[in-house]
């Protein structure tokens, strides 16, 4: 074999690791906040957070793994086959539907825990996306659900982003007209939002 060849030969092998290294692929795992529910695919969540990150210059893979209508349990019950194994990290959005179904906020703390620890077990890093309780649900269960994500976080080590629809929950003018969901423009005011976050776990993600 000639000097000329092998070098043909080799350098495609070069090149391979180090592209996957420049895009890692993130899995944004969650409910209809996620999906994009009532919007074109290019208006969901994770496609208009990517090109934000692009425009800055961040080259990163968002997956999305949204199923309208999923509680903790239901992302629990599907993790498994939803976060494919070259995943470098996953957002988790998981809990409005739990409140807003009256989940006991025991039960949707113990649940995303499981998914926290197992995701851990497979070495895959968190950024945990907070929700909030509506209050006409109560003080007592506002405090208890309020306090999972933050208490999660701490446990576990992991990244936390307190409010996922922070300005534009309760906002008509941001959400569609069944009050729960984020119009186009709403989502990019949550993406733009949580962006910086974002930034930060992806540099905090391990390189390959």
Known sequence: MTLSLA?????????????AA?????????DSLVAGYGLPAS???PNV????????????ELVNAGV???????????LDWSIPE?????ILELGANDMLRGVDPA??????????KRLKERNI?????????APNLGADYVQRFNAIYPELAKTHGVTLYPFFLDGVAGNSSLNLPDGLHPTAEGVRRIAAAILPTVEHFIASLPKS
Do not use: H, N, W, Y
């Open 7 to 19: 070098l043909t030969l080799s350098v495609p092998l070069m090149l391979l690791p180090a592209r």
């Open 22 to 30: 420049e895009t890692p692929k993130i899995v944004v795992f969650g």
């Open 43 to 45: 208006q969901a969540f």
């Open 49 to 60: 957070l990517q090109a934000m990150l692009a425009e800055k210059g961040i080259k990163v």
């Open 68 to 78: 309208s209508g999923d509680t903790a349990s239901a992302g629990l019950a599907r």
């Open 86 to 90: 070259d995943t470098q990290g996953v």
């Open 107 to 116: 039960v949707t703390k113990a649940t995303l825990d499981s998914i926290i």
């Open 125 to 133: 890093p968190v950024l945990l996306a907070g929700m909030q309780a």
